[in-house]
Nanobody, 114 residues
Framework: QVQLVESGGGLVQAGGSLRLSCAASGSIFSLKAMGWYRQAPGKERELVAGITRGGSTNYADSVKGRFTVSRDFVKNTVYLQMNNLKPEDTAVYYC????????WGQGTQVTVSS
């Protein structure tokens, strides 16, 4: 069974930075494109950033130039570096395959204060 464990969230002031990590078990990581998603209260879950096996990336318009997704095949981990955070980035952040599959982790809360 696939396991995805997100970490690195927290409370930060606007303009600050956080680095999220997602540890993925099994063969899923090496075989799949991976994505970071977020869900804010009252809103649908949305793709924030995706990265293919070859390293090609895609970002939501709202985070372009501020967020960077990367992956480490040795550690089976995908990262999301978030800079210049804004209050509207406040959400629970999840990782999953890209496009997403049925297995979600517990997510990690990111709260950006103004």
């Amino acid at each position: 069974q696939v396991q995805l464990v997100e970490s690195g969230g927290g409370l930060v002031q606007a303009g600050g930075s956080l680095r999220l990590s997602c540890a993925a078990s099994g063969s899923i990581f090496s075989l799949k494109a991976m994505g970071w998603y977020r869900q804010a209260p009252g809103k649908e879950r949305e793709l924030v950033a995706g990265i293919t096996r070859g390293g090609s990336t895609n970002y939501a318009d709202s985070v372009k130039g501020r967020f960077t997704v990367s992956r480490d095949f040795v550690k089976n981990t995908v990262y999301l570096q978030m800079n210049n955070l804004k209050p509207e980035d406040t959400a629970v952040y999840y990782c999953n395959t890209w496009p997403y599959g049925p297995n979600w982790g517990q997510g990690t809360q990111v709260t950006v204060s103004s």
